[in-house]
T-cell receptor, first 113, second 114 residues
Framework: AQSVTQLDSHVSVSEGTPVLLRCNYSSSYSPSLFWYVQHPNKGLQLLLKYTSAATLVKGINGFEAEFKKSETSFHLTKPSAHMSDAAEYFC???????????FGSGTRLQVQP | DGGITQSPKYLFRKEGQNVTLSCEQNLNHDAMYWYRQDPGQGLRLIYYSQIVNDFQKGDIAEGYSVSREKKESFPLTVTSAQKNPTAFYLCATLPAATVNTEAFFGQGTRLTVV
């Protein structure tokens, strides 16, 4: 079965500094991986997805993620944090058996002025 | 305007009552899902349906029931058997085509037991 582990439950950065949110996955075959963002009491918005076309994936709002098979990682990065980036971020793997998504426990990103 | 509509946004339930959460979509997606979100636990799959008149249990189905009589609708009933129903509930859809496609989410319903 597929699973994802988000290594940090909470990350705090200063505005204008880089963001790194870490995610490791477990899958018996080549996975589809996603990063979603959730603002308070809202639904989820897709940031980016990896589907084996390219290992470096660019998403919305300046975010990108790199798929590293040797490290089973899919970390999310952004060169310069903005106050509006403060939210909860979820790393997600697609479960091909159920055609459903398996979520990590989430990382709350705090951006300090 | 295509999308997923969840209602109500906030719902209060007394102990021992059943309540039904609505999820309607006009995206023409075949698959629909219900997730439960608790603080620090991510989202957990309750039930899912790939086609009309068919649905399967997810990881935490106990105390919940669903129906899928129409492609557009996938209501979730939280029964009195659910011991800890206070949570944020999210409905999602997927098109039929491929597992590489991202899911689309509604805005959620926050259920509180009073």
């Amino acid at each position: 079965a597929q699973s994802v582990t988000q290594l940090d439950s909470h990350v705090s950065v200063s505005e204008g500094t880089p963001v790194l949110l870490r995610c490791n996955y477990s899958s018996s075959y080549s996975p589809s991986l996603f990063w979603y963002v959730q603002h308070p009491n809202k639904g989820l918005q897709l940031l980016l997805k990896y589907t084996s076309a390219a290992t470096l994936v660019k998403g919305i709002n300046g975010f990108e993620a790199e798929f590293k098979k040797s490290e089973t990682s899919f970390h999310l990065t952004k060169p310069s944090a903005h106050m509006s980036d403060a939210a909860e971020y979820f790393c997600v793997v697609s479960d091909t058996g159920r055609r459903a998504l398996t979520f990590g426990s989430g990382t709350r990103l705090q951006v300090q002025p | 305007d295509g999308g997923i509509t969840q209602s109500p946004k906030y719902l209060f339930r007394k102990e021992g009552q059943n309540v039904t959460l609505s999820c309607e979509q006009n995206l023409n997606h075949d698959a629909m899902y219900w997730y439960r979100q608790d603080p620090g636990q991510g989202l957990r799959l309750i039930y899912y349906s790939q086609i009309v008149n068919d649905f399967q249990k997810g990881d935490i189905a106990e105390g919940y029931s669903v129906s899928r009589e129409k492609k557009e609708s996938f209501p979730l009933t939280v029964t009195s058997a659910q011991k800890n129903p206070t949570a944020f509930y999210l409905c999602a859809t997927l098109p039929a085509a491929t597992v590489n496609t991202e899911a689309f989410f509604g805005q959620g319903t926050r259920l509180t037991v009073v």
